[in-house]
C-alpha cells in the first residue's frame, strides 16, 4: 500500500471521530423531549448497520471494507447516544458517596456504569453474530479497538488524569465526574500510552506491507482509529483546552427553553 492510497482511510476515519463525536454531543444537548426522537433515528440507523454488516461480510472489496467500517461506527454510536441521553447508565444515578475510597468507590464507579457495558458487550455480540463465518471481521474489530480504547480511557479517568472532560458531560449525567480523580498523571496512563502507540504501528506496518485494496484500506483504517485512540489519551494530560474541537457539537447547550405562560 502506497503513501498517497494511506490518505483516504486516514482522512475519513478523522472526519468520521470528529464529526460523529460533535454530532452526538449537540444531539445529546437538545431538549429532552426530543431525545425519544433521536434514540429513534439511531436505531433505525443501528439496524442499517447491521444489515450492512452482514452483507459486506464476504466481500473484500475497497467498497465494502469503509462500508463495515462505517456501519460499526453506527452501532458503537447508538450505545454511545443512549449512555449520553442517560438511557443506559447503571444503577447507582448518583454523586459518589463522600469519603469513599480504594475497592469500595472502584464498586461505586462500576455500579454507576454498568448496563452500559453490558450494552457494549451486546453491541459486540451482535456485531460477531452478523458477521459469522464472514470473510472480513473488519466491522468487529473496529468496534473491539473502540471497545478496548474506550475501557483504557475510563480506567485512567478513575485513575487520575489531569483533563476530565467534564465539560462534555449533558447536565442529567454531571454526577460521574465525582467518580474522576484529577491527577497529573496515574501509574496506568505510560501503560495504556505504549500499548495503544505499539498497536498503531503494528498496524500501519501490516497496511503498508498489504497490496492496495479492501484488506489494505481496513487495516489503515484500523490504525488510524488506533492512532487517535493515542491522541485521545494524550488530551487526557496535555495543559489545553481540547474540547474546542468540538464546540460546535455543544451549541446545542445554549439553545433557550421555549417560554412557559403563568
Not at 70 to 93: D, H, K, N, Q, S
Not at 173 to 194: C, D, I
Request: proline fraction near 5%; aromatic fraction near 14%; charged fraction near 10%.
Amino acid at each position: 500500500m502506497t503513501g498517497a492510497a494511506v490518505l483516504l482511510p486516514f482522512g475519513y476515519t478523522l472526519f468520521v471521530w470528529w464529526f460523529s463525536t460533535g454530532a452526538i454531543l449537540y444531539l445529546d444537548g437538545l431538549p429532552q423531549r426530543t431525545h425519544r426522537w433521536t434514540m429513534a433515528g439511531a436505531t433505525a440507523l443501528a439496524v442499517a448497520a447491521l444489515y450492512v454488516l452482514q452483507s459486506t461480510a464476504h466481500d473484500d472489496g475497497l467498497p465494502a471494507a469503509y462500508a463495515a467500517f462505517t456501519a460499526a461506527i453506527v452501532v458503537w454510536g447508538w450505545v454511545e447516544m443512549a449512555f449520553l441521553l442517560g438511557w443506559v447508565t447503571g444503577p447507582r444515578t448518583g454523586a459518589c458517596p463522600p469519603g469513599a475510597s480504594g475497592w469500595r468507590r472502584a464498586g461505586y464507579a462500576f455500579e454507576a456504569i454498568l448496563w452500559h457495558e453490558f450494552a457494549l458487550l451486546g453491541g459486540a455480540l451482535v456485531i460477531a453474530l452478523a458477521t459469522w463465518n464472514a470473510d472480513s471481521h473488519l466491522g468487529l474489530w473496529s468496534y473491539l479497538l473502540l471497545w478496548l480504547a474506550r475501557l483504557s480511557t475510563k480506567l485512567n479517568l478513575f485513575f487520575g488524569v489531569r483533563n476530565l472532560g467534564e465539560d462534555l458531560l449533558p447536565d442529567h449525567l454531571r454526577y460521574l465526574h465525582t467518580y474522576f480523580a484529577r491527577r497529573p498523571m496515574n501509574a496506568l496512563f505510560p501503560l495504556s500510552l505504549a500499548g495503544g502507540v505499539a498497536a498503531a504501528v503494528l498496524l500501519w506496518q501490516a497496511a503498508q506491507q498489504t497490496p492496495a485494496g479492501g484488506d489494505a484500506a481496513g487495516l489503515a483504517l484500523l490504525a488510524t482509529l488506533a492512532t487517535l485512540a493515542v491522541l485521545e489519551h494524550l488530551f487526557l494530560v496535555v495543559p489545553i483546552n481540547v474540547n474546542a474541537l468540538w464546540e460546535w457539537g455543544l451549541w446545542s447547550r445554549r439553545i433557550e427553553p421555549p417560554a412557559t405562560g403563568t
